[in-house]
């Protein structure tokens, strides 16, 4: 399954960003949806995740809402506040397993090709 991360963009640091992942198949509650990002010369880190409930990294808690629309198999991720540490290439994932495992990318099957967020200072 091929999912599909967009939304991206170009903001200035405080600005709104909403990202979109279209999940066929996937966005229903029988799978762990996941939004990772990558910083240049960075590691994929985790930043939040919906399956049974929502998760969020430390670094975004408070300021991104994940949620999900099953009717229109899109997960979405509301990001507040952007900071510039959090310009990165966000990419979404889906998993079929719940609880702590979302926060690790080794246990997410199908992946989305990403979307650039760039956040000025």
């Known amino acids: 399954v091929q999912l599909q991360a967009s939304g991206g963009g170009l903001v200035q640091a405080g600005a709104s960003l909403r990202l979109e992942c279209a999940a066929p198949?996937?966005?229903?509650?029988?799978?762990?949806i996941g939004w990772f990002r990558q910083a240049p010369g960075k590691e994929r880190e985790f930043v939040a995740a919906i399956g049974r409930r929502a998760y969020y990294s430390d670094s975004v808690k408070g300021r991104f809402v994940v949620s999900r629309d099953s009717a229109k198999d899109t997960v979405s991720v509301q990001m507040n506040s952007l900071k510039p540490e959090d310009t990165a290439v966000y990419y979404c994932?889906?998993?079929?397993?719940?609880?702590?495992?979302?926060?690790?990318?080794?246990?997410?099957?199908?992946w989305g090709q990403g979307t650039l967020v760039t956040v000025s200072s």
């Open positions: 198949e996937r966005a229903s509650k029988a799978y762990t």
């Open positions: 994932a889906s998993s079929p397993y719940y609880g702590a495992t979302v926060f690790s990318p080794i246990k997410y099957h199908d």
